[in-house]
């Protein structure tokens, strides 16, 4: 994930994609996407595909995509909801 973010983003701002092969991958701690212009895939839906398995004892969000700081309000993008 570090590498692809690193990665300067195309026009369309896609920057790449993470592929995860069939098979269980055993994750002890979240995966951390700050950077827009990443995709996650894996190789089908059912028990012979890609499972991501959360190994930690604690509960704790498997994936978290966000950005690193405190947002920020953009003033030029506030609108008044009428209805």
């Known amino acids: ?3 692809v973010a690193k990665l300067k983003p195309m026009s ?3 920057r790449g994609t993470i592929l995860f ?3 269980t ?3 002890s701690s ?3 996407i700050m950077t827009s212009g990443i995709i996650l895939r894996g190789e089908g839906d059912s028990k012979e595909g890609t499972i991501l398995l959360a190994t930690a004892p604690q ?3 498997l994936i ?3 950005v690193e700081g405190v ?3 953009q003033k030029k993008t506030i609108r008044q909801i009428t209805d």
């Open 1 to 3: 994930i570090d590498s």
């Open 12 to 14: 369309d701002g896609f």
């Open 21 to 23: 092969k069939k098979g």
């Open 25 to 27: 991958y055993r994750i």
């Open 30 to 32: 979240p995966l951390r």
């Open 59 to 61: 509960k704790y969000s």
């Open 64 to 66: 978290e995509v966000g």
């Open 71 to 73: 947002p920020q309000i």
